[in-house]
């Protein structure tokens, strides 16, 4: 299966350590991985992939707000209707269940059809969620 992996760090970074694990994991099931920068990319490419994985970091400890990448990058791709997705959100203070929440919103405003949500807690634990994808 083809899977884009949406890196939506809180600051413009390259992609945290949970991210290229998450993406390890899932090609270690045999699926072709992309990961793609929110910051950077503009979305374009996201209707050609089969399952969207989103994942992300709130903007603070004390926040439960999105970066303005992530609705920049889901905006851009057009057609994501009824697109397969999953939502990952990196364990990061009191307000990590408010983040994921909003992590979702944003994602089926696009009329993406989230199947899978859950929050990492670190590096191994994103590779082992890479390894359920698709299964």
Same mark, same amino acid.
């Given at each position: 299966?083809?899977? =884009?992996?949406?890196?939506?760090?809180?600051?413009?970074?390259? %992609?945290? #350590?949970?991210?290229?694990s998450?993406?390890?994991?899932?090609?270690?099931?045999?699926? !072709?991985? #992309?990961?793609?920068d =929110?910051?950077? #990319?503009?979305?374009? !490419?996201? %209707?050609?992939?089969?399952?969207i994985?989103?994942?992300?970091?709130?903007?603070?400890?004390?926040?439960?707000?999105m %970066?303005?990448?992530?609705?920049?990058?889901?905006?851009?791709?057009?057609s994501?209707?009824?697109?397969k997705s =999953?939502?990952?959100? !990196?364990?990061?203070? %009191?307000?990590? &269940?408010?983040?994921?929440?909003?992590?979702? !919103? &944003?994602?089926?405003?696009?009329?993406?059809?989230?199947?899978?949500? #859950?929050?990492?807690?670190?590096?191994?634990?994103?590779e082992?969620?890479?390894?359920?994808?698709?299964?």
């Amino acid at each position: 299966m083809r899977i =884009a992996v949406i890196s939506v760090p809180s600051q413009r970074k390259a %992609p945290p #350590d949970y991210v290229v694990s998450l993406a390890k994991g899932m090609e270690s099931m045999g699926h !072709r991985v #992309d990961v793609i920068d =929110a910051w950077t #990319d503009d979305g374009m !490419r996201l %209707p050609g992939y089969e399952y969207i994985v989103v994942a992300a970091e709130p903007l603070s400890f004390f926040s439960g707000k999105m %970066p303005e990448a992530l609705t920049k990058v889901l905006s851009g791709g057009s057609s994501l209707g009824g697109k397969k997705s =999953a939502a990952f959100l !990196r364990k990061s203070g %009191p307000f990590s &269940a408010k983040a994921l929440t909003n992590l979702m !919103r &944003a994602m089926e405003k696009e009329g993406m059809y989230i199947n899978w949500s #859950d929050i990492i807690l670190n590096a191994p634990h994103a590779e082992a969620l890479g390894k359920r994808i698709g299964s």
